[in-house]
T-cell receptor, first 111, second 113 residues
């Protein structure tokens, strides 16, 4: 299995909602990542987990809360988001120094 | 500002032509570069990488060239096919030996049949 899966594919939420994005990989990768990508822009790194511990937080607002329950799963909990948070949220994994494998992303719309 | 960028936002080619996508970087300490392809509705996909101790690396129908003197990176796609239509990003590793890529702005490649 050489895939990174993400659910849901699409999510529409209000500014007072709480929702979660999920990411899963079964390649045995020990590093997992969350990126945010706006239309026609490159992906921007948000968080990095290494061996299930948060190693990088790119000064992301606290309304985004990552969680790594185990080495195969990565969640992104969303609360009180703003319309400008609407974007494609990409998850990736890697075997530390090797290439990153990206999931298809969750298209998030905040109303 | 961004340390990695691309010269052209859009490149249109005819099927069968060779495509060249260019990228400039400003961090002379960068020692690892990657090209990604992102098709509509999908996440970026690794195409090819190159380390700074190399000038050229070839894959299947793709070649990456690195010119450290002018801090320039290019991706050449031979015999471009409609399936090559996508946005192409160059990326460089972060300082300190990390392999976390910093993405450039992207070039949209459009292949006309």
């Amino acid at each position: 299995d050489t895939e990174v899966t993400q659910t849901p594919k699409h999510l529409v939420m209000g500014m007072t909602n709480k929702k979660s994005l999920k990411c899963e990989q079964h390649m045995g990768h020990r590093a997992m990542y969350w990126y945010k990508q706006k239309a026609k822009k490159p992906p921007e790194l948000m968080f990095v987990y290494s061996y299930e511990k948060l190693s990088i937080n790119e000064s992301v607002p606290s309304r985004f809360s990552p969680e790594c329950p185990n080495s195969s799963l990565l969640n992104l909990h969303l609360h009180a988001l703003q319309p400008e948070d609407s974007a494609l949220y990409l998850c990736a994994s890697s075997q530390e120094t090797n290439e990153q494998f990206f999931g298809p992303g969750t298209r998030l719309t905040v109303l | 500002g961004e340390s990695v960028g691309l010269h052209l936002p859009t490149l249109s080619v005819q099927e069968g032509d060779n495509s060249i996508i260019n990228c400039a970087y400003s961090n002379s300490a960068s020692d690892y570069f990657i090209w990604y392809k992102q098709e509509s509705g999908k996440g970026p996909q690794f195409i090819i990488d190159i380390r700074s101790n190399m000038d050229k690396r070839q894959g299947q129908r793709v070649t990456v060239l690195l010119n450290k003197t002018v801090k320039h990176l290019s991706l050449q796609i031979a015999a471009t096919q409609p399936g090559d239509s996508a946005v192409y990003f160059c990326a460089e590793n972060r300082a300190g030996g990390s392999y976390i890529p910093t993405f450039g702005r992207g070039t949209s490649l459009i292949v006309h049949p």
